[in-house]
């Protein structure tokens, strides 16, 4: 996933539409562990998601600002064409039952 880059430009594989400084592919933790962006993350899930995968769209969703969900959802749309997240990521609303918090 990290390695896909154009100069210092990171490359979605799934949208090539999807791009973003490498410098800021990541984030770190309130303790200071490194860790790659959600946005970057939920831009990653599969077609059908597991129910991990909506767990962590669940924690992840209320804590994403609009901007940050434009990118999973343009790259789900991308790879996929539709996508059962489109509707709140794109929506700017939390999905029924979301609740959580990111942790990490």
Do not use: N
Request: proline residues 10%.
């Amino acid at each position: 996933m990290l390695d896909e880059a154009e100069g210092a430009e990171w490359v979605s594989h799934r949208c090539a539409d999807v791009r973003r400084p490498l410098d800021r592919l990541g984030i770190r933790s309130a303790a200071g562990v490194p860790c790659v962006a959600p946005e970057v993350q939920l831009s990653y899930m599969p077609e059908r998601p597991r129910s991990k995968d909506e767990l962590d769209f669940a924690r992840t969703l209320p804590v994403l600002r609009v901007s940050q969900r434009r990118r999973p959802a343009r790259a789900l749309k991308g790879a996929y064409g539709h996508h059962p997240w489109h509707g709140p990521l794109g929506s700017g609303t939390p999905a029924r039952g979301a609740g959580g918090t990111v942790v990490g």
